[in-house]
């Protein structure tokens, strides 16, 4: 089995309705191919996070009527519909960006930063600049960092910039600026990326920037290298809509 076949394979294969022949097939060739591998593990991911939104998240009426009229079991019929609830701009994202990274390998792994990042987003700490306008913090932190901070507005819609203070991950001084995206509060971390490497975590590139996906206490975490700077978002938000995040800021 080709990537070609494997990837047309997978959300029936999570379903569990294939034939056991394909399904075999299928599992032979995730043993022998990390790409198909890590997107069967992200799809695995979004499918959790879509599911433990329960009853809390439901598609409008007239999209469930369009959805159960598909031919397929009525589970298939219903996660399409738990995915669309989400925002699908968001799920698309999900599908069509992922694929394993590739990137340095010495170094401390930037998945042994999530706990950390989720534990600053947790605190809720005090901001010690406000203000609407994220390129007035970036003026804030001249000469209080040793690095340049070009503070990154979101392109999304709903989202909002609310403070900025000085912080660090484990030995890295960090710019942690706070967003609201549709009422939840965001969090971005600005660090160096200085002696760190991709190992150790889901690695998924983004418009040509790899991405370093982890969850802790509840909290997803995302964190992006760019060049030598780390960028770290943390939220209850689905770890998708991090990603898609990735795609609508402007660095």
Known sequence: MICVESKKYLDAYLDGELEAGTMLEVEAHMETCETCASLLSLK?????????????????DGLRTK??????????????????????????????????????????????????????????????????DP????????????????????????????????????????AHMVYNVDGHRVTLMIFPAQRLSLGGGDVVRVDGKDVV??????????????GDMAYALSSDLPSERLVRMFTDISI
Do not use: C
């Open 44 to 60: 695995t991911r979004m499918k959790s996070e879509v599911a433990s939104l329960g009853a809390s998240v439901r598609a409008p």
């Open 67 to 132: 959805v159960e009229s598909l031919r397929g079991g009525g589970r298939r019929r219903w996660w399409i519909a738990g995915v669309a609830a989400a925002p699908l701009a968001a799920a698309a994202a999900l599908l069509i960006v992922f694929t394993v990274g590739a990137g340095p390998t010495d170094g401390e792994p930037v998945a042994s930063l999530v706990e950390e990042v989720a534990q600053r987003h947790a605190r809720e700490l005090p901001m010690e600049v406000r203000g609407s």
């Open 135 to 174: 390129t007035e913090a970036s003026s804030w932190f001249r000469g209080k960092v040793d690095f340049p901070v070009r503070a990154p507005s979101l392109a999304l819609e709903k989202a909002s910039f609310q403070g900025a203070r000085l912080s660090n991950v484990r030995s890295h001084q960090a």
């Open 213 to 226: 996906l982890g969850r802790q206490n509840g909290y997803n975490v995302a964190v992006m290298l760019d």
